[in-house]
């Protein structure tokens, strides 16, 4: 089934975003992941390489992930959207309406423990509402699926009090699983 859904998104012409992009970044990870890694979008690497989170955020990730003992191929990371906005902009409404089916479609496949929302994008796009700054490292359940918020490795890239913010989340969500 990820396998379908990988595919669909890779053809994909449900918004302009196919008309910008160099290649489509489906989800990539373990179907049986006990956590999904949620974040915004691709930006300049990841639509380069049709890969999510292989850039300088993506390695935030992975060293947060390491230090938290979770290896990186035992989750599944994902975007709200799978198309590079141009200019790295944030996805809009009708973008984000457009993708929200491959993001169901993985979500209730994988059924995961946890569902690991990066940022205030995702957050606004998936519990409406954002607040990142208030509500990370907490857990906020809405229709069966539990979700733990934080920042958006891309945020910590140049905070170094983010970064270890950041860091302590991965860890007591790694402690969850
Ligand atoms: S962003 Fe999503 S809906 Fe839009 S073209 Fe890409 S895969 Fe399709």
């Known amino acids: 089934m990820i396998f379908e859904i990988r595919e669909s998104v890779i053809k994909c012409t449900k918004c302009d975003l196919?008309?910008?992009?160099?290649?489509a970044v489906p989800g990539k990870g373990d179907q049986n992941a006990k956590v999904i890694f949620i974040g915004e979008a691709p930006g300049r690497t990841e639509d380069m390489k049709g890969e999510p989170f292989v850039g300088s955020a993506g390695k935030k990730?992975?060293?947060?992930?390491?230090?938290a003992g979770i290896s990186r191929?035992?989750?599944?990371?994902?975007?709200?959207?799978?198309?590079?906005?141009?200019?790295n902009r944030v996805p809009n409404e009708i973008e984000r309406?457009?993708?929200?089916a491959y993001l169901d479609a993985e979500i209730s496949t994988?059924?995961?423990?946890?569902?690991?929302?990066?940022?205030n994008t995702a957050s606004n796009s998936i519990l409406g509402q954002g607040e990142i700054t208030k509500?990370?490292?907490k857990i906020i359940e809405k229709e069966g699926i539990r979700y733990f918020l934080t920042?958006?490795?891309a945020a910590i890239i140049y905070n170094q009090e983010l970064a270890r913010t950041f860091e302590e989340d991965i860890?007591?969500?790694g402690k969850m699983l």
Do not use: Q
């Not at 196919?18 to 290649?23: E, L, Q």
């Open 97 to 100: 309406a457009a993708c929200r």
């Open 151 to 153: 920042f958006h490795p």
């Open 18 to 23: 196919c008309k910008t992009r160099t290649n």
């Open 110 to 119: 994988i059924k995961p423990k946890i569902v690991c929302i990066l940022g």
């Open 61 to 67: 990730l992975s060293d947060a992930l390491s230090k």
């Open 135 to 137: 509500n990370h490292g």
């Open 73 to 87: 191929e035992s989750v599944y990371i994902t975007n709200v959207v799978k198309c590079r906005p141009p200019n």
């Open 171 to 173: 860890i007591s969500l």
